[in-house]
């Protein structure tokens, strides 16, 4: 069974799931009751609109729809018992490192230690602009965020002189219930390859053709930068994801197993853009794919 090895989640599908916090709380506690482990959502603040850029090439727009990744999590910590909750990932240098800090710690408490944030240094310069953040220096900021965050969450108060913080004598209250929360790390960047085996407990890969599109190099690069490090690669985690649009269901069962051959830890489903037209239609599907692999 693919539990044995590899943790099986659920991502939320965001884009498609609407505003209903009744049809929310559905899926999460069905997700939930089909056994898996954990529920993985994305992260954009603000979507570009298209009228006045007609070159845009970004994957989302001001028409896609995305629930705040921490109030979400503050209502579906109440509303499921077991369920980790998951950012895949939260656009880091965008934010705040203080109020992410403080934010995360809350999610952590409220459910009682199921948070794994997942952060990254994104993609759209339209974000950065409106958030009022250095679109250029994302990733060295990234850096000194995870080392502030990390500190933050495991003593009362700090003094911090860096770069880009500054912080005396003070610290958040209530710490969370995990100190520190984990930090898994998303993109395939030379450089976030390189953060990820320096500062994360984990690892994103976008790869959805595992065998083809250069995986299995880049989880070799991984493991010999964690060795170079002073780190176990065995006790370091990667969530692949299972994108039902792209794998035929006759082949399910065997991309999980390639996952689990390159030391995924934990794999994602996703059913977002296959045109379902109920959250019931992607529920059923998730007890689909939960079944295939279980076999």
Same mark, same amino acid.
């Given at each position: 069974?693919?539990?044995?090895?590899?943790?099986?989640?659920?991502?939320?599908?965001?884009?498609?799931?609407?505003?209903?916090?009744?049809?929310?709380?559905?899926?999460?506690?069905?997700?939930?009751?089909?056994?898996?482990?954990?529920?993985?959502v994305?992260?954009?603040?603000?979507?570009?609109?298209?009228?006045?850029?007609?070159?845009?090439r970004?994957?989302?727009?001001?028409?896609?729809?995305f629930?705040e990744p921490f109030?979400?999590f503050?209502y579906l @910590?109440?509303?499921t $018992?077991?369920?980790? *909750?998951v950012? +895949?990932v939260?656009?880091?240098? !965008? #934010?705040?490192?203080?109020?992410?800090a403080?934010q995360?710690?809350e999610?952590?408490?409220?459910?009682?230690?199921?948070?794994r944030?997942?952060?990254g240094?994104g993609?759209?310069?339209?974000?950065?602009?409106?958030?009022g953040?250095?679109f250029?220096t994302?990733?060295?900021?990234?850096?000194?965020?995870?080392?502030?965050?990390r500190?933050?969450?495991?003593?009362?108060?700090?003094t911090?002189?860096?770069?880009?913080?500054?912080?005396?004598?003070?610290?958040?209250?209530?710490?969370?219930?995990?100190?520190?929360?984990?930090?898994?790390?998303?993109?395939?960047?030379? @450089?976030?390859?390189? $953060?990820?085996?320096? *500062?994360?407990? +984990?690892?994103f890969?976008?790869? !959805? #053709?595992?065998?083809?599109?250069?995986?299995?190099?880049?989880?070799?690069?991984?493991q010999?930068?964690?060795?170079?490090?002073g780190?176990?690669p065995?006790?370091?985690?990667i969530?692949?994801?299972l994108?039902v649009?792209?794998v035929?269901?006759?082949?399910?069962?065997?991309?999980?197993a390639?996952?689990?051959?390159?030391?995924a830890?934990?794999?994602s489903?996703?059913?977002?853009?296959?045109?379902?037209?109920?959250i019931?239609?992607?529920?059923?599907?998730?007890?689909?794919?939960?079944?295939?692999?279980d076999?």
């Open positions: 069974m693919l539990e044995r090895s590899m943790q099986l989640g659920a991502i939320l599908p965001q884009t498609e799931i609407g505003n209903d916090p009744d049809v929310i709380r559905t899926y999460a506690q069905a997700v939930e009751a089909m056994g898996y482990r954990h529920v993985l994305y992260d954009h603040v603000l979507g570009a609109g298209t009228a006045t850029r007609p070159d845009w970004g994957p989302y727009t001001s028409e896609s729809p629930h109030v979400l503050g @910590a109440g509303c $018992r077991t369920l980790e *909750l950012t +895949g939260i656009i880091l240098p !965008q #934010r705040q490192t203080a109020l992410v403080k995360a710690a999610v952590d408490v409220l459910s009682r230690g199921r948070l944030l997942g952060v240094v993609w759209n310069p339209v974000e950065y602009e409106a958030l953040e250095d250029h994302r990733g060295r900021r990234c850096d000194e965020q995870i080392e502030v965050l500190r933050l969450w495991t003593q009362p108060t700090i911090y002189r860096g770069r880009w913080h500054t912080i005396t004598d003070a610290g958040i209250n209530p710490l969370p219930v995990q100190r520190p929360i984990p930090i898994w790390i998303g993109g395939e960047s030379p @450089a976030a390859m390189r $953060r990820a085996a320096r *500062l994360g407990d +984990g690892w890969p976008q790869s !959805q #053709r595992p065998l083809e599109d250069g995986t299995v190099e880049r989880i070799a690069q991984l010999a930068l964690l060795r170079e490090a780190r176990d065995a006790t370091f985690g969530e692949a994801r994108t649009s792209r035929p269901a006759a082949q399910w069962s065997s991309y999980a390639t996952w689990r051959q390159l030391g830890s934990h794999l489903v996703n059913t977002m853009g296959l045109g379902l037209a109920s019931d239609e992607h529920l059923a599907l998730l007890q689909r794919v939960r079944r295939a692999l076999a």
